[in-house]
C-alpha cells in the first residue's frame, strides 16, 4: 500500500501528503513500508517487473496497477509506462541513507 500511494504521488494522481500520512500510519501498526522491509533479499528493479508481469491483472501485455488518488480513492490502471515503474522500482529498492554517515 505504501509503495501504491508514493507511486501516485510521484505520478502526481494523489496528494504527497496523504502518502507520507499512509505511510506513518502503516509504520506505527509496525507493518512494513519499504521493499527492503519484507524480504532478505535485495530485488532489482528487473526480477520485480518480471515478477509483476506474472500478475493475473495483466491483460494485453499492460501490468494493472492499484493506484489511488487519495485515501479511500483506489481504482486499478494499465496506462503506467514499464519505464516510469521501473524507474520509480530502482529508486524503491535503494537501501536507506543513514544520516551523519559518511563515505
Known sequence: MSLAFALSAELGLAPAADAARLTRHLAAMGLPTTINEISWHRFTPEIL???MMQDKKKAGGKLGLVLVRGIGQAFVTRDVEPAALRDFLAKAVQ?????????
Open 95 to 103: 537501501p536507506p541513507v543513514s544520516a551523519g554517515k559518511g563515505p
Open 49 to 51: 517487473m518480471t515478477h
